[in-house]
């Protein structure tokens, strides 16, 4: 396959993202205080089961965000939710403009934004900015043990495409990873399975969804994936 007319994206700016939902801000220092929160629910600490850091104690969070708010590669966004509140972080990671790579990582949603219009409208923007922005692959990775992960993977139309063994250590235990993404070619379909989703006429008038998103994105999928 030709690519004579293409050429490498650019790198995403360290700028806001905005939404119909949610809006996407460049962690900052001042999004700490809103982050552990949000940290502090009840079964907030699961979502860190999967992940090389966490749950945080006393100053450790503040000290991580110190640390990675001025990385460019994983670039971290604070999910800012529609009542004001932040609800987690997610990011921009492993970002190769020469192939036209990018993956989202590093997700920390926190009970009050999981299974929310916000959290599933967070992800698309960001897949939504690498694919407009001229990025050919948008990659997802997971321990595979992590079946949530990998179910989310899947609903948000990212094909399954195997398991990479022993492919690392994380807090003491093996790691599998498990790969999914999507391409380019597939964007567009997937574009438009996402923005009938979100569409406000898609929830009742108690916000319960009509049509489901896994139901839309189904057909777009190359391999699904055996383990769910």
Not at 108 to 120: G, S, V
Not at 148 to 162: M, N, V
Not at 203 to 228: C, H, M, W, Y
């Amino acid at each position: 396959m030709s690519l004579t007319d293409w050429s490498p994206p650019p790198l995403p700016s360290r700028s806001p993202i905005r939404g119909r939902y949610a809006t996407l801000e460049p962690l900052a220092r001042a999004h700490v205080r809103g982050l552990r929160a949000a940290h502090g629910e009840t079964g907030a600490d699961a979502m860190w089961t999967y992940l090389p850091v966490g749950p945080f104690e006393d100053a450790g969070y503040a000290n991580w965000v110190e640390s990675n708010r001025i990385l460019h590669d994983p670039l971290h966004f604070a999910v800012r939710m529609g009542d004001g509140r932040l609800g987690g972080t997610l990011s921009l990671m492993r970002i190769h403009p020469s192939a036209g790579t990018i993956e989202t990582g590093w997700l920390t949603f926190a009970p009050r934004l999981q299974k929310t219009r916000e959290a599933t409208e967070a992800v698309y923007l960001l897949m939504h900015w690498s694919f407009q922005a001229g990025y050919r692959r948008f990659e997802w990775k997971c321990d595979a043990a992590n079946t949530a992960s990998r179910r989310a993977a899947q609903r948000f139309g990212l094909s399954y495409e195997g398991i990479f063994r022993q492919a690392a250590v994380v807090k003491g235990r093996n790691r599998d990873t498990a790969w999914f993404a999507a391409i380019d070619g597939e964007w567009p379909a997937l574009r438009d399975a996402f923005e009938r989703w979100l569409d406000p006429a898609n929830f009742d008038v108690d916000g319960n969804q009509i049509e489901r998103l896994s139901d839309l994105t189904a057909p777009i999928l190359v391999a699904k994936d055996p383990g769910l």
